[in-house]
């Protein structure tokens, strides 16, 4: 029997797609080709991994901060273009709170044979390899997704290390870096509460600046604006609105530390092998979600009130699980991972 087509679904933002790579690489170790099924906030990050062959978008309306209303049409217009690529069997991968089942049935409906995934609620016929974990136990993202790939038939290969990865060779950034070592400031993430205030992170780059190192701010086209003001108070290189994901890749990859909330670039810093000073609200467990397999110092409140909570917006007045991070902290992390030799 000829090696399958598996489709790996994972229909999230961009760091729930790049923490699935070590998986995905787990099935292209034993698929023929390997199809992608993400949302539009994750095809570039799936267009970034190694052992991916193609990217299939669609915006589930069970996944996100602003779903798409459910429609007969749209999800027509999703079993009809799975059934197209004649897979073999899907990988379902989702989070913790999250139930693979909506996305089961919709693969079952276009045909799909043989569908792996987590649920702890009853399948019925949606499943075939069905993996039941204890989610109180607090698994690193990537784990868990190594586990399903697994369960699925599908090992990590011996000679694959596990660590999150892009594909090489990134773009030459140099014209906008600079000439010289440097830092990221990466200032914004996903939802509001997993970041601290403009204010907090322009003291965060003086001090940084003040010890000596070069620092450059990071951010998306929609970022621009907040990135600007960062760069403005804390007298950094405004890289925001500048670099497509290929490009943001390549930056972080050149830079000696990434300091960044929990938010998708955190990720691809991890990714590109670069260490991580992480301001994490403990609205989601940093046990699940920091960085993954590069040095990290994680800093912030994780036995604030928001812990646990998943919120957006924060829930405790004056955001103190980050606000009450001091820029000297920030400093001193970076300081701990350039001694150890682990930057560069």
Not at 245 to 269: D, E, K, M, S, W
Not at 299 to 327: I, K, Q
Request: contains cysteine.
């Amino acid at each position: 029997m000829s090696a399958p087509h598996v489709l790996a679904v994972r229909l999230d933002a961009m760091g729930d797609v790049l923490v699935c790579g070590p998986a995905i690489r787990a099935l292209a170790a034993g698929a023929r080709t390997v199809t992608a099924l993400v949302g539009p906030a994750g095809s570039g990050a799936a267009n970034l991994l190694p052992g991916v062959d193609a990217v299939v978008e669609w915006d589930a309306p069970w996944v996100g901060f602003a779903p798409a209303p459910v429609t007969a049409e749209a999800v027509r217009e999703l079993i009809e273009h799975v059934a197209g690529l004649r897979v073999d069997e899907a990988v379902v991968f989702t989070s913790f709170h999250q139930s693979s089942l909506p996305t089961a049935l919709l693969l079952r409906l276009a045909g799909v044979r043989r569908i792996s995934a987590i649920s702890n609620d009853y399948p019925g016929s949606l499943l075939d390899a069905r993996h039941r974990v204890d989610e109180r136990r607090h698994v690193p993202e990537p784990l868990r997704a190594l586990e399903l790939a697994a369960v699925a038939g599908y090992p990590l290969p011996a000679d694959d290390d596990g660590a999150l990865a892009v594909r090489r060779p990134l773009p030459d950034v140099r014209a906008q870096t600079g000439e010289g070592p440097y830092v990221v400031v990466h200032p914004v993430a996903s939802v509001p509460a997993r970041s601290p205030s403009v204010h907090t992170w322009g003291r965060i780059v003086r001090a940084l600046r003040a010890a000596g190192h070069r620092v450059l701010v990071t951010g998306s086209s929609a970022d621009a604006p907040t990135t600007a003001r960062v760069a403005e108070l804390g007298g950094a290189g405004d890289l925001g609105g500048r670099t497509d994901l290929p490009r943001l890749a390549a930056v972080l990859a050149q830079a000696r530390v990434v300091i960044a909330p929990n938010t998708g670039p955190a990720h691809l810093a991890a990714a590109v092998g670069t260490p991580v000073v992480s301001l994490f609200a403990p609205v989601v467990p940093a046990e699940r979600w920091a960085p993954y397999g590069v040095p990290t110092v994680v800093l912030g409140d994780r036995n604030a009130a928001c812990a646990g909570t998943r919120a957006r917006h924060c829930p405790v007045p004056g955001h103190p699980c980050l606000e009450s991070v001091e820029a000297e902290d920030v400093v001193v992390a970076v300081d701990e991972l350039l001694v150890k030799g682990s930057a560069r």
